[in-house]
């Protein structure tokens, strides 16, 4: 029997005013250990599209279940399978970086000596160590970027929705989080993860969705993308390009 994924999103139609939906049908899974990609132009629906997933905008029709439970059943639950990582950094600017991670473990039920080890891995490797103790309002953008990531993997939840993660980030910050979802993919973690830095994404996602102005126009894997494109082995970029054009 196959397991049930992680996240599904069930003819999802849905936006900011009634009678007037943004997105059309969504339909998308994404199974246990895998990272998926969330490609579209501004404006496609990426972000509305995670807002519902988050819980933040009700859906005007179908569905939307994490780990089998919609939000309806279980909001406790629903809430703590997830972490979100936000296109801009949101911070309590009289917060230090240490009380930011110390506060999502908190709201996570992390144990203090998972919090401990987490903590300092994560530190080191965003090269924010020094930063430990400053407040969040005297950190650069990126290193605000930072804690917001950070404070997601403190919490370790089986899936991750992470909305343009990069900008902003330098390039040893851009690897490290590459290399950080690696490993928690291998550790059986789910991520979804929106990106319009293509040639970055391409080589890490295991599949991804196509949207264009709120529908879900190709999804897959790079190469059953490429197929739908009539465009065998090519770069996740020209695939794109070719089927937001066609798209119009
Ligand atoms: N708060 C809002 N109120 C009304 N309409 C909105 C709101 N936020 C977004 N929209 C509209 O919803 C549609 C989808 O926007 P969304 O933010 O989901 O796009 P996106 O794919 O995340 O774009 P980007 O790549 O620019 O972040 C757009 O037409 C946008 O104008």
Not at 20 to 31: A, G, M, T, Y
Not at 37 to 57: C, E, F, P, Q, V
Not at 127 to 146: F, V
């Amino acid at each position: 029997m196959s397991e049930i994924p992680v996240l599904q999103v069930e003819d999802l139609s849905g936006g900011y005013s009634v009678g007037r939906p943004v997105l059309h049908d969504i339909q998308f899974q994404v199974n246990k250990g895998e990272m998926v990609g969330l490609i579209g132009l501004n404006g496609a629906g990426k972000s509305t599209t995670m807002k519902h997933i988050l819980g933040l905008m009700s859906p005007q029709r179908g569905a939307i279940t994490v780990q089998g439970k919609k939000r309806e059943e279980d909001a406790e639950a629903y809430q703590s399978s997830l972490a979100f990582v936000p296109e801009s950094p949101l911070l309590y600017e009289e917060l230090t970086v240490r009380e930011h991670l110390e506060f999502a473990a908190r709201a996570y039920n992390v144990a203090k000596e998972d919090y401990e080890e987490r903590a300092a891995r994560l530190l080191k490797l965003f090269n924010m160590e020094e930063k430990a103790d400053s407040l969040s309002m005297h950190l650069s953008k990126g290193m605000k970027q930072k804690v917001m990531i950070m404070c997601a993997f403190v919490a370790r939840p089986p899936l991750y929705i992470i909305d343009e993660p990069f900008l902003g980030l330098d390039p040893l910050g851009i690897r490290s989080l590459l290399d950080f979802m690696i490993e928690m993919r291998s550790q059986g973690s789910s991520i979804l993860l929106s990106s319009h830095i293509l040639s970055t994404i391409e080589n890490y996602c295991d599949r991804f969705i196509v949207l264009h102005r709120g529908e879900v126009i190709a999804q897959g894997t790079l190469a059953e993308i490429a197929e739908q494109a009539k465009l065998p082995g090519a770069a996740l970029e020209d695939i794109f390009y070719s089927l937001v054009k066609g798209g119009d």
